[in-house]
Nanobody, 128 residues
Framework: VQLQASGGGLVQAGGSLRLSCAAS????????AGWFRQAPEKEREFVAG????????AYADSVKGRFTISRDNAKYTVYLQMNSLKPEDTAVYYC??????????????????????WGQGTQVTVSS
């Protein structure tokens, strides 16, 4: 599966952005999907993950209550709605996917090594 992230930009603290990750190539409902981010000189970190039908969702503690992950399998797209943005949310955001098979109840994993497919990243910059 190929992934294309978009929707990043420059926003003031307290503002909102919605990232999109468009998938192509394989049946998207057979994949768990996640969002990661990497700030300069920092490790790539898990932000949010969603299983094939949205029945299992996980968030990093740092974004709980502010970010919402969702997916539309008919559109082969995963979204990350980001509200109440903070300067520390500034990073390149990556979407990722891992094959799980149809209907598999597998909670979205947080280690980046669990994901085999990655998008190119989209820059999010939050000014104070």
């Amino acid at each position: 599966v190929q992934l294309q992230a978009s929707g990043g930009g420059l926003v003031q603290a307290g503002g909102s952005l919605r990232l999109s990750c468009a998938a192509s190539g394989r049946t998207f409902s057979h994949y768990v999907a996640g969002w990661f981010r990497q700030a300069p000189e920092k490790e790539r970190e898990f932000v949010a993950g969603i299983n094939w039908n949205g029945g299992s969702i996980a968030y990093a503690d740092s974004v709980k209550g502010r970010f919402t992950i969702s997916r539309d399998n008919a559109k082969y797209t995963v979204y990350l709605q980001m509200n109440s943005l903070k300067p520390e949310d500034t990073a390149v955001y990556y979407c990722a996917a891992a094959y799980t098979g149809y209907g598999a109840y597998i909670p979205p994993p947080s280690p980046a090594s669990s994901y085999s497919y990655w998008g190119q990243g989209t820059q999010v910059t939050v000014s104070s």
